[in-house]
C-alpha cells in the first residue's frame, strides 16, 4: 500500500471533490455492500471506510435506544454491531499478513531504529496515549523495534471471539468499550504506507504495530469502557483542535522537505490525528456528523493522492464544522 496510485496527481480534481461535489462524485472511491467480500480478499484494509459507515450508523441506533432505556432496541441492533466489529478485524489481520516484507525488510527496520529515534515529531507518545498505554511503552518499543505479527494475529483473533460473546451476554458496558478499542487498532493498523522513505516508513509502522500489540494483549484480558471514563464532546472538540492545527503544517508538504523524514513523518501525525478525530466522534450524535466524517474520509483521499494544497481547502472546511 502507498499514498499514491497510478494516474496523474490533480489537487484540482481533489479540490472538486472538497468543493461540494462529495466522495460519491469519483467512480471507484466509494464501495458498495456488494464490492465489500472481495476487496477484502484483493486489497486489504480498503473496505474500511464503508465498515467503518456502517458501524457508526449502528452504533448511532444503538447509543440512541441506550439513551432512550429502550434497551429492547439497543439489544436487536447489537447483531449488526457485531458484525461490523468482525469485519474490522478481518481486515486488520490481512493488513499485517500483507505488511510482513520478510527478513530483509525486518533488518533494514532494525537499522534504522538510530534515526527513528532521533525524531523529535514522531507520533509514538500520542499512538501510545490513543491506545491507552503508559508512554513510557514508546521507549520500550523503540529499543527493540520488533514486532512478532503472528501473535499480533493470535490477539486479533482472540478479540473476534470477545466481541462474539456479546451476542448472547448483550453487555453495552462492554460493548462500547469494543467498539472504541476495535475502530483504533483498525485505524492505526491500516494506516497506509508512505513512498517518500519507505524504510523509515516501515519502521514507523513496525513500531505503530508493537504498540498496538501490546494493547492487544492486555485488551484481551480486560476491556474497559472507553467512552465513558471521558467526558465525550470535551474529548472529541480536543482532537478536532488537534487535527486542526496538524492540519496548518501541511503547506509543508508542498516544498521540499526540511530535514530527511520531515514529509513521511507529517503523514503519519496526519493519520494518527484522523484516527483520533473520527474514534472520539464516535459516541456523539449531531446534525453535521456526516459531514464531519466526511471531511476526514477527504483527508485520508488527499494524502493517498499526494494532493497536499488541497489539505488547505479540507481544513476550511473543518473550521466550519464543529462537532457539536
Given amino acids: 500500500m502507498s499514498f499514491s496510485r497510478p494516474g496523474p496527481k490533480r489537487d484540482d480534481a481533489l479540490s472538486a471533490v472538497v468543493g461540494g461535489k462529495g466522495l460519491d462524485a469519483r ?3 466509494v464501495l458498495d455492500d456488494s464490492d465489500l467480500a472481495e476487496l477484502d480478499e484483493e486489497t486489504p484494509g480498503s473496505a474500511g ?8 450508523m449502528h452504533e448511532k441506533t444503538r447509543l440512541a435506544a441506550l439513551g432512550a432505556g429502550d434497551k429492547r432496541v439497543a439489544d436487536e441492533v447489537v447483531p449488526e454491531v457485531i458484525s461490523d466489529l468482525e469485519m474490522l478485524l478481518s ?6 499478513r500483507a505488511s510482513d516484507g520478510g527478513r530483509r525488510t525486518r533488518k533494514q527496520v532494525k537499522k534504522a531504529a538510530p534515526r527513528l529515534a532521533a525524531l523529535d515529531d514522531l507520533p ?3 499512538v501510545a496515549e490513543f491506545l491507552g498505554l503508559k508512554r513510557s511503552e514508546v521507549d520500550g518499543v523503540l529499543t527493540s523495534l520488533v514486532v512478532d505479527r503472528d501473535q499480533v494475529l493470535v490477539h486479533l483473533e482472540q478479540l473476534k471471539l470477545k466481541v462474539r460473546e456479546l451476542k448472547t451476554s448483550r453487555d453495552h458496558s462492554m460493548l462500547s468499550g469494543l467498539v472504541g478499542f476495535v475502530v483504533k487498532v483498525f485505524l492505526l493498523i491500516a494506516i497506509p504506507l508512505d513512498t517518500e522513505d519507505p524504510v523509515l516508513a516501515e519502521t514507523i509502522r513496525t513500531a505503530i504495530l508493537a504498540l498496538v500489540a501490546i494493547a492487544l494483549r492486555q485488551a484481551v484480558e480486560t476491556v474497559r469502557d472507553w467512552f465513558a471514563e471521558r467526558e465525550p464532546l470535551a474529548v472529541a472538540e480536543r482532537a478536532r483542535e488537534d487535527l486542526l492545527a496538524e492540519l496548518t503544517l501541511a503547506k509543508s508538504l508542498t516544498k521540499a522537505p526540511a530535514h530527511e523524514g520531515e514529509h513521511t513523518v507529517l503523514r503519519f ?3 494518527v490525528r484522523c484516527a483520533a478525530a473520527r474514534i472520539t466522534s464516535i459516541p456523539l450524535d449531531w446534525p453535521e456528523k ?3 466524517w466526511q471531511l476526514l474520509d477527504q483527508i485520508a483521499l488527499a494524502l493517498d493522492h499526494d494532493a497536499p494544497k488541497t489539505l488547505v481547502l479540507i481544513r476550511r472546511k473543518l473550521e466550519s464544522t464543529p462537532v457539536s
Fill in 91 to 96: 481486515s486488520a489481520a490481512s493488513v499485517v
Fill in 269 to 271: 501525525r496526519l493519520h
Fill in 124 to 126: 509514538l507518545p500520542d
Fill in 27 to 29: 467512480d471507484g472511491l
Fill in 49 to 56: 471506510p464503508t465498515a467503518l459507515q456502517r458501524l457508526l
Fill in 290 to 292: 456526516p459531514q464531519y
